[in-house]
C-alpha cells in the first residue's frame, strides 16, 4: 500500500490492541490507529466526526466493549449516511454463529472470530489489507 490509511478500533483489551498493531505491521499496513477502549468514547468520537473531519477508511469493532457495545456502534455506522459506505470489520471473540449472522445483517463487511494464537491473530493484517485494496 503506498498511502497511510486510517482505522478506527473500538477494542478494550490492550493485549489484543498491542497483536492488532503488530498484525498490520507484519503486513506492512501503515496506518493511522485511533484506538478507544470503551463503546462510550467510540460513540463520542463518531458523533464528532459525523459533523466535521475525515472518515477513517476502516471501522474495526469489538462486539464485548464496555459501556456501549460494537453492535450498537455497527448500528450508528450503519444508520448514518455520513459512514454508510465505510468498511466494518468485527473482530471478537465470540464464536457466536447468532453474532455472526447479526453483525453482516447489520453492515459489517466482515466478521473475524479473534485467533486463538499468534500466527492467526498476525493474519488480520493480511485480511486489512486486501480489504483496503479493494477500497
Do not use: W
Amino acid at each position: 500500500m503506498s498511502e497511510r490509511a486510517s482505522i478506527f478500533l473500538a477494542e478494550d483489551s490492550p493485549a489484543d490492541v498491542y497483536l492488532f498493531r503488530e498484525a498490520l505491521k507484519a503486513h506492512g499496513v501503515d496506518t493511522e490507529l485511533v484506538v478507544f477502549g470503551d463503546g462510550e468514547a467510540a460513540m463520542s468520537f463518531l458523533t464528532t466526526v459525523e459533523q466535521a473531519g475525515p472518515v477513517p477508511q476502516l471501522f474495526v469493532l469489538d462486539l464485548n466493549l464496555p459501556k456501549i457495545d460494537g453492535r450498537a456502534i455497527l448500528k450508528y455506522l450503519r444508520d448514518h449516511q455520513r459512514f454508510a459506505q465505510s468498511l466494518v470489520m468485527i473482530l471478537t471473540s465470540s464464536s457466536n454463529v447468532a453474532d455472526r449472522e447479526e453483525s453482516i445483517r447489520c453492515g459489517a463487511n466482515c466478521f473475524i472470530q479473534k485467533a486463538q494464537n499468534i500466527n492467526e491473530f498476525l493474519d488480520i493484517g493480511r485480511r486489512i489489507k486486501e480489504m483496503l485494496r479493494k477500497a
